[in-house]
Nanobody
Framework: QVQLVDFGGGLVQTGGSLRLSCAAS????????MYWFRQAPGKAREFVAG????????KYADAVKGRFTISRDNAKNLVYLQMNSLKPEDTAVYYC??????????????????WGQGTQVTVSS
Protein backbone atom coordinates (compact mmCIF):
# COMPACT_ATOMS: atom_id res chain seq x y z
CA GLN A 1 0.00 0.00 0.00
CA VAL A 2 1.30 3.45 -0.94
CA GLN A 3 -0.19 6.78 0.02
CA LEU A 4 0.74 9.88 -1.96
CA VAL A 5 0.56 13.52 -0.91
CA ASP A 6 1.20 16.24 -3.47
CA PHE A 7 2.35 19.71 -2.47
CA GLY A 8 4.24 22.75 -3.70
CA GLY A 9 1.69 24.32 -5.99
CA GLY A 10 0.87 28.00 -6.01
CA LEU A 11 0.49 31.18 -8.04
CA VAL A 12 3.36 32.24 -10.29
CA GLN A 13 3.81 34.68 -13.14
CA THR A 14 4.49 33.66 -16.71
CA GLY A 15 8.11 32.66 -17.08
CA GLY A 16 8.44 31.74 -13.43
CA SER A 17 9.31 28.44 -11.79
CA LEU A 18 7.78 26.08 -9.24
CA ARG A 19 8.84 22.75 -7.81
CA LEU A 20 6.15 20.25 -6.97
CA SER A 21 6.77 17.42 -4.55
CA CYS A 22 5.01 14.15 -3.93
CA ALA A 23 5.62 12.41 -0.62
CA ALA A 24 4.98 8.68 -0.49
CA SER A 25 4.38 6.45 2.48
CA UNK A 26 5.11 2.75 2.45
CA UNK A 27 8.23 0.64 2.21
CA UNK A 28 7.61 -0.36 -1.41
CA UNK A 29 7.83 3.15 -2.89
CA UNK A 30 11.10 2.40 -4.68
CA UNK A 31 9.46 -0.43 -6.62
CA UNK A 32 7.01 1.93 -8.34
CA UNK A 33 7.40 4.09 -11.41
CA MET A 34 6.11 7.55 -10.63
CA TYR A 35 4.22 9.95 -12.83
CA TRP A 36 2.78 13.44 -12.85
CA PHE A 37 -0.53 14.23 -14.52
CA ARG A 38 -2.49 17.47 -14.68
CA GLN A 39 -6.08 18.53 -15.20
CA ALA A 40 -7.05 21.97 -16.38
CA PRO A 41 -10.59 23.30 -15.88
CA GLY A 42 -12.99 21.69 -18.34
CA LYS A 43 -10.36 19.33 -19.70
CA ALA A 44 -9.44 15.70 -19.20
CA ARG A 45 -6.54 14.75 -16.99
CA GLU A 46 -3.37 14.41 -19.07
CA PHE A 47 0.08 12.91 -18.76
CA VAL A 48 2.93 15.30 -17.91
CA ALA A 49 6.02 13.28 -16.95
CA GLY A 50 7.15 9.88 -15.71
CA UNK A 51 10.22 8.37 -14.05
CA UNK A 52 11.22 4.74 -13.62
CA UNK A 53 11.69 3.09 -10.23
CA UNK A 54 15.38 3.98 -10.03
CA UNK A 55 15.29 7.27 -11.91
CA UNK A 56 17.12 5.77 -14.87
CA UNK A 57 14.39 6.48 -17.40
CA UNK A 58 12.19 9.53 -17.81
CA LYS A 59 9.59 10.68 -20.30
CA TYR A 60 7.67 13.87 -20.91
CA ALA A 61 4.67 15.18 -22.74
CA ASP A 62 5.63 17.27 -25.74
CA ALA A 63 4.00 20.34 -24.18
CA VAL A 64 6.45 20.37 -21.27
CA LYS A 65 9.59 18.85 -22.79
CA GLY A 66 12.62 21.06 -22.16
CA ARG A 67 10.83 23.04 -19.43
CA PHE A 68 9.88 20.43 -16.81
CA THR A 69 12.12 17.88 -15.09
CA ILE A 70 10.94 14.90 -13.08
CA SER A 71 13.20 13.29 -10.50
CA ARG A 72 12.98 11.13 -7.41
CA ASP A 73 14.77 10.47 -4.16
CA ASN A 74 14.03 6.93 -3.02
CA ALA A 75 15.85 7.45 0.27
CA LYS A 76 13.35 10.16 1.15
CA ASN A 77 10.30 8.67 -0.61
CA LEU A 78 9.90 11.81 -2.67
CA VAL A 79 9.20 12.61 -6.30
CA TYR A 80 9.71 16.07 -7.73
CA LEU A 81 8.52 18.02 -10.73
CA GLN A 82 10.67 21.06 -11.44
CA MET A 83 8.70 23.41 -13.67
CA ASN A 84 10.50 26.26 -15.42
CA SER A 85 9.41 28.82 -18.00
CA LEU A 86 5.82 28.40 -16.92
CA LYS A 87 3.02 29.45 -19.23
CA PRO A 88 -0.64 30.26 -18.55
CA GLU A 89 -1.59 27.01 -20.30
CA ASP A 90 0.27 25.11 -17.57
CA THR A 91 -2.44 26.18 -15.12
CA ALA A 92 -4.01 23.01 -13.74
CA VAL A 93 -4.31 20.73 -10.76
CA TYR A 94 -1.25 18.49 -10.75
CA TYR A 95 -1.39 14.90 -9.48
CA CYS A 96 1.31 12.37 -8.82
CA UNK A 97 0.58 8.73 -9.49
CA UNK A 98 2.29 5.38 -8.94
CA UNK A 99 2.38 2.29 -11.11
CA UNK A 100 4.36 -0.96 -10.93
CA UNK A 101 4.96 -0.84 -14.68
CA UNK A 102 6.91 2.10 -16.13
CA UNK A 103 5.39 1.25 -19.55
CA UNK A 104 1.80 1.62 -18.35
CA UNK A 105 -0.27 3.34 -21.02
CA UNK A 106 -0.64 6.93 -19.85
CA UNK A 107 -3.87 7.19 -21.87
CA UNK A 108 -5.39 4.50 -19.65
CA UNK A 109 -5.20 5.97 -16.18
CA UNK A 110 -6.90 2.96 -14.63
CA UNK A 111 -3.48 1.33 -14.91
CA UNK A 112 -2.11 3.55 -12.16
CA UNK A 113 -2.39 2.09 -8.70
CA UNK A 114 -2.23 5.14 -6.44
CA TRP A 115 -2.92 8.85 -6.79
CA GLY A 116 -2.16 11.96 -4.82
CA GLN A 117 -4.90 14.42 -3.92
CA GLY A 118 -3.62 17.09 -6.30
CA THR A 119 -2.00 20.49 -5.94
CA GLN A 120 -3.12 23.63 -7.79
CA VAL A 121 -0.72 25.47 -10.08
CA THR A 122 -1.86 28.82 -11.45
CA VAL A 123 0.25 30.77 -13.94
CA SER A 124 -0.80 34.38 -14.43
CA SER A 125 -0.20 36.21 -17.67
Amino acid sequence: QVQLVDFGGGLVQTGGSLRLSCAASGRTFSSYAMYWFRQAPGKAREFVAGVSWNGGMTKYADAVKGRFTISRDNAKNLVYLQMNSLKPEDTAVYYCAATKNYYTDTNNQSGFDYWGQGTQVTVSS
